[in-house]
């Protein structure tokens, strides 16, 4: 072999061997990722797993009034269980108030009187739906089908006095019968917060009568089942056509809830009943509470501010 063929020979080799590695260092790099590729798809998979979690299992919920004074105070943070009623996929666009169609899972049980429960607020007595996506708290009191009445203050269901929780609160004050507050409902009925009803709490497949003397009372009930109503002349029309024989038969179960603050407390005396669908999940437990009047910039007084005797307790 000449020095020229030689030459050519280690020039061939010396241009394998480039390739080679070039090829070596291009499959390094596409079978390692950055780290910062890395640590972008853990972070999307915590978020993943963070949104089922909130989503089918628990919630974090702040007690923003005081309606369920001293049960609850201003300032208590909330695990609130998903799963115990059924979850839901979201019911509306994150930090928005559009709303989604959504999916229920079983739970495992029914709502129980007494239950502690965080639900989609329904909207005021006078409208059909809630201007905004808002989660209330209050007790269950009542069930489908329940009659309820407060005598004095007194609340009975179904003939029984319903035990005040340990922990409720009553203004000293009494409103007696004969004084009616314009804010309850039903609308017209007449009662106030102390002295309320009898009425039973709706079931689904029950009729009520509806006429032209109390269509005021139940116009928006009819109507936040999704229905069409109007009166004309004396005859109640639904979707259009007459409301076969003067009664309207309901679609859903509904709950009554209060507030264990009883005269501070805009619940379903106020609004009405709260559909079973509506509910997001039971309180369990109180993982922090502090006054929540202390700004953040006065960090170090807040902390001193945590009530620590409350952390870590269940809801009852």
């Not at 790099?29 to 089918?56: D, G, H, R, S």
């Not at 309820?148 to 609160?169: C, E, H, M």
Request: hydrophobic share 35%.
């Amino acid at each position: 072999m000449t020095e020229k063929d030689k030459k050519n020979t280690n020039t061939s080799q010396t241009s394998t061997n480039k390739l080679s590695s070039m090829f070596k260092k291009d499959k390094n790099n596409k079978t390692k990722k950055p780290k910062i590729v890395e640590y972008f798809n853990a972070l999307l998979w915590a978020a993943v797993v963070a949104f089922l979690i909130k989503v089918f299992l628990f919630e974090a919920y702040r007690i923003p009034t005081g309606s369920m004074e001293n049960t609850l105070l201003v300032g208590d943070f909330l695990l609130v269980t998903k799963f115990t009623y059924g979850a839901t996929t979201p019911r509306n666009i994150p930090f928005t108030n559009v709303r989604l169609p959504y999916v229920k899972l079983p739970g495992f049980k029914d709502p129980e009187p007494g239950d502690v429960i965080v639900f989609d607020f329904p909207g005021d007595r006078d409208e059909v739906e809630s201007k905004e996506v808002l989660n209330y708290i209050k007790r269950c009191v009542a069930l489908p089908g329940d009659k309820l009445q407060i005598i004095n203050k007194t609340l009975y269901v179904n003939g029984a006095v319903f035990t005040n929780p340990p922990d409720s609160r009553f203004a000293k004050s009494l409103t007696p019968s004969s004084i009616s507050n314009p804010r309850i409902f039903p609308k017209g009925s007449g009662w106030n917060e102390d002295n309320y009803g009898p009425i039973t709490v709706p079931k689904k497949g029950d009729l009520i009568e509806i006429n032209s003397i109390n269509f005021e009372a139940w116009k928006y009930f009819v109507m936040k089942e999704g229905n069409k109503i109007e009166l004309r002349g004396n005859d109640v029309y639904v979707n259009d056509a007459p409301l076969p024989n003067g009664q309207y038969e309901v679609k859903r179960d509904y709950l009554f809830m209060m507030g264990d603050n009883r005269n501070n407390s805009l619940d379903s005396r106020f609004w009405g009943f709260m559909p079973v669908e509506n509910i997001v999940g039971e309180a369990l437990m109180i993982y922090w509470s502090w006054d929540p009047s202390i700004s953040f910039l006065d960090f170090f007084k807040l902390i001193k501010s945590t009530r620590w005797d409350r952390i870590g307790m269940f809801i009852h």
